[in-house]
């Protein structure tokens, strides 16, 4: 059980005109938005690879997977990029956001259970709700926001693939 004033870290970002956070522990890094590989007949909301450092990394659209409309890359755009852990499998993945705002700390007593009814993204994702004078930041819990299948696809997606610079051979 947490220590009531202990804190947590997060990194926030915008997708439209709402807040989100995923925990610190699990950001990478942060790069500029550049136009993934295609892969053919894979999930709409996977872009493709890019590469990071020597990797290929699958980017998302967070705004895709989360029942939202498509990404419109801006000037602000960024990939957030992530290890997680989804069906016992370690994934490194990049997750595009409108813009990123900062690293910030929340209290674990200020983090409140994710509403049931209200927002326009399935509740499962939400791992809690932290409101602020602005509004809401809503922290997503990546574990749940991939199946066990969702998981599986996007490790066949970079497995195999030799990248060299920016080619996916």
């Known amino acids: 059980m947490a ?4 804190e947590a870290q997060y990194v926030t970002f915008g997708l439209d005109d709402e807040c989100f956070a995923v925990p610190v ?3 990478r890094e942060i790069l500029d938005h550049q136009d993934a590989f295609r892969i053919p007949h ?3 909301y996977l872009l493709g690879l890019r590469d990071v450092r020597g990797q290929g ?3 998302i659209d967070l705004r895709l997977r989360l029942g939202m409309s498509r990404t419109t890359k801006t000037p602000h755009t960024r990939i957030l ?10 994934l490194t993945l990049g997750l595009v956001a409108d813009r990123v705002f900062e690293v910030t700390s929340f209290k674990h007593q200020s983090v ?3 509403p049931d009814i209200g927002v326009r993204w399935p509740s499962e994702y939400i ?19 991939f199946s066990p299948a969702d998981a599986v696809s996007l490790v066949s997606a970079d497995a195999g ?7 996916v051979i």
Not at 81 to 90: L, R
Not at 161 to 167: D, I, Q
Request: hydrophobic residues 50%; without cysteine; aromatic residues 2%.
């Open 57 to 59: 990394v699958p980017v």
């Open 81 to 90: 990029v992530i290890d997680v852990k989804i069906a016992d499998k370690a």
């Open 127 to 145: 791992a809690g709700v932290v409101r602020r004078e602005t509004g809401f930041v809503v922290i997503i819990d990546l574990a749940k926001l």
């Open 161 to 167: 693939r030799t990248v060299a610079g920016s080619a």
């Open 3 to 6: 220590v009531p004033d202990s």
């Open 42 to 44: 894979g999930p709409d």
């Open 112 to 114: 409140e259970s994710a």
């Open 25 to 27: 522990e699990v950001v």
